[in-house]
């Protein structure tokens, strides 16, 4: 992965981020430390990372627009540096994984820049659980069309197991 400009972040981002071990880290109002990192995943082709946020502090986490306008700008600038695929699987924690995929939809969906990215979501039921994964990519990705197609047939496969 082509590393992030932390000052392109600090421009638009309300936390203050930097890089630390290979992620991006800020502290919030609510002195909750998060980390968002990037994981490159060589199984999948068209050259695909999964998407961490991570709450560090292990700290209940209350409604926070700075949080996703952070978030946010750090998606931003992945996308800046590396043209790559963004996936990401809910935390299924506390059985609260339908409410982080209603959460960060919501968040990617206010995103004023939301036009110049497509974003697929589904639900994938293992062993009685549902795990909400998603997909998000340029739209003027050249390889869009495959990108999608073989998104659609590995959610196919998840979902349709014997």
């Known amino acids: 992965m082509n590393p992030l400009c932390v000052s392109n972040i600090n421009l638009r981002s309300?936390?203050?981020?930097?890089?630390?071990n290979g992620e991006y880290v800020f502290i919030s109002d609510n002195s909750i430390l998060y980390a968002v990192g990037f994981?490159?995943?060589d199984s999948i082709p068209f050259g695909a990372f999964w998407l961490n946020i991570i709450n560090k502090s292990n700290k209940k986490s209350p409604n926070d627009k700075k949080l996703q306008y952070t978030v946010?700008?750090?998606i931003e600038e992945f996308f800046i540096?590396?043209?790559?695929?963004l996936l990401y699987v809910c935390d299924s924690a506390n059985a609260q994984q339908a409410m982080r995929s209603r959460l960060f939809l919501r968040w990617f969906n206010n995103y004023t820049g939301n036009?110049?990215?497509?974003?697929?979501?589904?639900?994938?039921n293992d062993d009685g659980e549902d795990n909400y994964v998603a997909m998000i990519v340029q739209r003027n990705n050249?390889?869009?069309?495959?990108?999608?197609k073989y998104y659609e047939e590995e959610v196919a496969m998840f979902t349709n197991k014997p």
């Not at 036009?115 to 994938?124: G, R, W």
């Not at 050249?142 to 999608?148: A, R």
């Open 14 to 20: 309300p936390y203050t981020v930097w890089e630390e």
């Open 72 to 74: 946010i700008c750090i």
């Open 81 to 85: 540096a590396n043209p790559n695929i």
């Open 142 to 148: 050249s390889q869009i069309e495959e990108i999608l």
């Open 39 to 41: 994981e490159f995943d």
């Open 115 to 124: 036009d110049s990215f497509l974003i697929k979501t589904a639900v994938i």
